[in-house]
């Protein structure tokens, strides 16, 4: 964080394969023009859930699998889920016929869901098919094998498939989000669903764990710990669950981030003085100093494409954001509302850059273009908002809040539409990051 121009911290999955079968915030105006990547509620699909099948004695997956795919589906911000009415024809469990779903089509469903489960011992056998309301053929059917610990799971690669059928883009119900917090005592790191469920605890350091950051193919987290007692930057392998040192200069070493290509990683440095901008390869290799101001600068965020890189920096007195190329050239301010902005955050598409910003003394989210011509505040209300980060497909926002604890994370459209808390503990969550 930066305060009053200086700058100081404050705290605040099993596998499974698939086979192929055949509250809200307003925004300001200006949200629409830049961050137009959401579908208002009437131009979404009308989607229903025709009926899900599961075994007699088991019946209470139903209302799991509904739960979780309707959850799914209204994220993914192209589908307007709806509850159509019951048809006796589907209570023996077999796949509807064309025209019962042009029956359902005329009750106003674009598309139908129709969901069979099966279970043998631990293993269940998922089959989904989707089917269009106006001719009643199946547009898609796959079948998923996991166990049933694994379910909702399942259920999110369903989704995500459904939504790549309607768009040819990966839906983001099976991504995770890790974020930093103090839930065992200590300032952890944890790890969840995107929708907030199956949280787990990764880092067991008792000691501060910040700022985490996804490697490019999500397999693994980069991150500042003081485990050591100093702050260094780790690095942690999911796959393996291997740690290790990645940067240990004298001094603070913090917010680290990788490149879009996961060849290059930026972080901020003290090593010399200020805290400064450095970047180097995944090898450790090519150490080069980014900025070279006299003031601080810290929280590089990498475009897109590699080329340029947001940063925060009280150069010009206050927190500002800043821009700069990857090889630190053409440096230039991009916010001037506000005499506090902080934590840059680039969108997946380009398009825009959310940070933390102070309006009336509290902090919010807000958003501007690139080339600064456009700016929109997200969030407003009661509490402190900050350290905002992008969904991978950049319809979504999360971000840490005391709007209603100590600490929670929310997640809203990219908007700032559609609010929703997805943690409930308290605990000073904050610092969240949406692998990829």
Same mark, same amino acid.
């Given at each position: 964080?930066? +305060? !009053?121009?200086?700058?100081?911290?404050?705290?605040?999955?099993?596998?499974?394969?698939?086979?192929?079968? &055949?509250?809200?915030?307003?925004a300001? #105006?200006?949200a629409?023009?830049?961050?137009?990547?959401?579908?208002? #509620? *009437?131009?979404?699909?009308?989607? /229903?859930i025709?009926?899900?099948?599961?075994?007699?004695?088991?019946?209470?997956?139903?209302?799991?699998?509904?739960?979780?795919?309707? /959850?799914?589906?209204?994220?993914?911000?192209?589908?307007?889920?709806?509850?159509? %009415?019951?048809?006796?024809? =589907?209570?023996? !469990?077999e796949? %509807?016929?064309?025209?019962?779903?042009?029956?359902?089509? +005329?009750?106003?469903l674009?598309?139908?869901?129709?969901?069979?489960?099966?279970?043998?011992?631990?293993?269940?056998?998922?089959?989904? +098919?989707?089917?269009? /309301?106006?001719?009643?053929?199946?547009?898609?059917?796959?079948?998923?094998?996991?166990?049933?610990?694994?379910?909702?799971?399942?259920?999110?690669?369903?989704?995500?498939?459904?939504?790549?059928?309607?768009?040819?883009?990966?839906?983001? *119900?099976?991504?995770?989000?890790?974020?930093?917090?103090?839930?065992?005592?200590?300032?952890?790191?944890?790890?969840?669903?995107?929708?907030?469920?199956?949280v787990?605890?990764?880092?067991?350091?008792?000691?501060l764990?910040?700022?985490?950051?996804?490697?490019?193919?999500?397999?693994?987290?980069?991150?500042?710990?003081?485990? $050591?007692?100093?702050?260094?930057i780790?690095?942690?392998?999911?796959?393996?669950?291997?740690?290790w040192?990645?940067?240990?200069?004298s001094?603070?070493?913090?917010?680290?981030?990788?490149?879009?290509?996961?060849?290059?990683?930026?972080?901020?440095?003290?090593?010399?003085g %200020?805290?400064?901008?450095?970047?180097?390869?995944?090898?450790?290799?090519?150490?080069?100093?980014?900025?070279?101001?006299?003031?601080?600068?810290?929280?590089?965020?990498?475009?897109?494409?590699?080329a340029?890189?947001?940063?925060?920096?009280?150069? &010009?007195?206050?927190?500002?954001?800043?821009?700069?190329?990857?090889?630190?050239?053409?440096?230039?301010?991009?916010?001037?509302? &506000?005499?506090?902005?902080?934590?840059?955050?680039?969108?997946?598409? &380009?398009?825009?850059i959310?940070? *933390?910003?102070?309006?009336?003394?509290?902090?919010?989210?807000?958003?501007?273009?690139p080339?600064?011509?456009?700016?929109?505040? =997200?969030?407003? /209300?009661?509490g402190?908002?900050?350290?905002?980060?992008?969904?991978?497909?950049?319809?979504?926002?999360?971000?840490?809040?005391?709007?209603?604890?100590?600490?929670?994370l929310?997640m809203?459209?990219? $908007?700032?539409?559609e609010?929703?808390?997805?943690?409930?503990?308290?605990?000073?969550?904050?610092?969240?990051?949406?692998? %990829?």
């Amino acid at each position: 964080m930066i +305060r !009053g121009g200086v700058f100081r911290m404050r705290w605040l999955g099993g596998l499974f394969f698939l086979m192929l079968i &055949g509250a809200g915030v307003r925004a300001s #105006e200006g949200a629409e023009i830049f961050l137009g990547v959401t579908r208002s #509620e *009437a131009s979404r699909i009308p989607l /229903g859930i025709l009926y899900v099948v599961t075994p007699a004695d088991q019946a209470r997956y139903s209302s799991e699998i509904r739960m979780v795919l309707e /959850g799914d589906l209204r994220r993914s911000q192209l589908f307007r889920v709806i509850h159509p %009415p019951l048809y006796p024809e =589907l209570t023996g !469990g077999e796949a %509807p016929s064309a025209e019962l779903i042009k029956k359902a089509g +005329r009750q106003d469903l674009q598309a139908a869901v129709w969901i069979s489960l099966a279970q043998k011992g631990e293993d269940l056998t998922l089959e989904g +098919r989707v089917y269009d /309301g106006r001719t009643g053929q199946m547009v898609m059917g796959k079948r998923y094998l996991g166990q049933a610990q694994y379910l909702r799971a399942v259920v999110h690669h369903f989704s995500d498939d459904i939504v790549f059928q309607y768009t040819g883009e990966r839906g983001v *119900a099976g991504t995770r989000i890790v974020f930093s917090s103090v839930l065992s005592g200590s300032k952890e790191l944890y790890l969840m669903d995107y929708d907030g469920y199956n949280v787990r605890k990764i880092t067991n350091d008792r000691s501060l764990n910040l700022s985490p950051t996804w490697s490019r193919g999500g397999n693994a987290i980069t991150y500042t710990s003081y485990r $050591d007692g100093t702050p260094a930057i780790y690095t942690l392998d999911m796959v393996t669950g291997r740690l290790w040192k990645v940067i240990g200069f004298s001094g603070l070493n913090i917010s680290p981030a990788w490149a879009p290509s996961g060849n290059d990683l930026a972080f901020a440095s003290s090593q010399d003085g %200020p805290t400064q901008i450095y970047r180097m390869d995944r090898d450790g290799k090519a150490l080069q100093k980014l900025t070279l101001d006299q003031s601080d600068s810290l929280s590089p965020s990498w475009s897109p494409t590699g080329a340029e890189i947001a940063f925060t920096s009280n150069r &010009g007195g206050g927190p500002q954001i800043y821009m700069m190329n990857a090889d630190g050239t053409n440096v230039r301010r991009l916010t001037f509302t &506000g005499d506090y902005n902080t934590s840059p955050a680039w969108s997946p598409k &380009g398009t825009a850059i959310a940070y *933390a910003c102070r309006v009336d003394g509290r902090l919010r989210i807000c958003a501007v273009s690139p080339d600064g011509t456009k700016l929109a505040q =997200l969030t407003n /209300g009661s509490g402190e908002d900050e350290s905002p980060n992008w969904s991978p497909d950049g319809k979504h926002l999360i971000f840490s809040s005391t709007r209603m604890s100590s600490g929670d994370l929310f997640m809203m459209n990219a $908007d700032g539409m559609e609010m929703e808390r997805m943690t409930f503990s308290g605990a000073k969550n904050n610092s969240p990051s949406w692998s %990829p």
